[in-house]
């Protein structure tokens, strides 16, 4: 089975969903996001796919969220920023042949695998 991690090794989930990706066997392409950002459109597919809108996928803890007031965003303006500072982007969103999936918890790596 192909699979893609968008990763933040800093990220105690993130760890914890690639660990079940190997456990499971797979050894899936790993991207770094917070190096390799998202492009509006790459993250709007990932948003689609996994049945997400941004304000599902954002980080509303991240003290940039509140520093920029993305509470009082729009949806298209919300994701804009998420684009412009990929650390807002919860983490991690992981693609399989079956699907994608925001893997909080990590037990949703489940549906796909």
């Given at each position: 089975m192909?699979?893609?991690?968008?990763h933040n090794?800093?990220?105690?989930?993130?760890?914890?969903?690639l660990?079940?990706l190997r456990?499971?066997?797979i050894?899936?392409?790993?991207?770094k996001y917070?190096?390799?950002?998202?492009?509006?459109?790459?993250?709007?597919?990932?948003?689609d796919?996994?049945?997400?809108t941004?304000?599902d996928a954002v980080r509303?803890?991240e003290?940039?969220?509140?520093e920029?007031d993305?509470?009082s965003?729009p949806?298209?303006?919300l994701?804009?920023?998420?684009?412009q500072?990929p650390?807002?982007?919860?983490?991690p969103?992981?693609v399989?042949?079956?699907?994608?999936?925001?893997?909080r918890?990590v037990?949703r790596?489940d549906e796909?695998?």
């Amino acid at each position: 089975m192909d699979a893609t991690i968008y990763h933040n090794p800093k990220c105690s989930t993130s760890r914890k969903a690639l660990e079940k990706l190997r456990d499971a066997g797979i050894e899936p392409t790993v991207v770094k996001y917070l190096d390799q950002p998202y492009t509006r459109d790459q993250l709007t597919q990932l948003l689609d796919d996994a049945g997400l809108t941004a304000r599902d996928a954002v980080r509303k803890r991240e003290s940039l969220y509140k520093e920029l007031d993305l509470a009082s965003l729009p949806e298209d303006k919300l994701l804009t920023e998420m684009v412009q500072h990929p650390i807002l982007v919860e983490r991690p969103f992981v693609v399989t042949d079956k699907g994608t999936r925001l893997a909080r918890p990590v037990d949703r790596l489940d549906e796909i695998l």
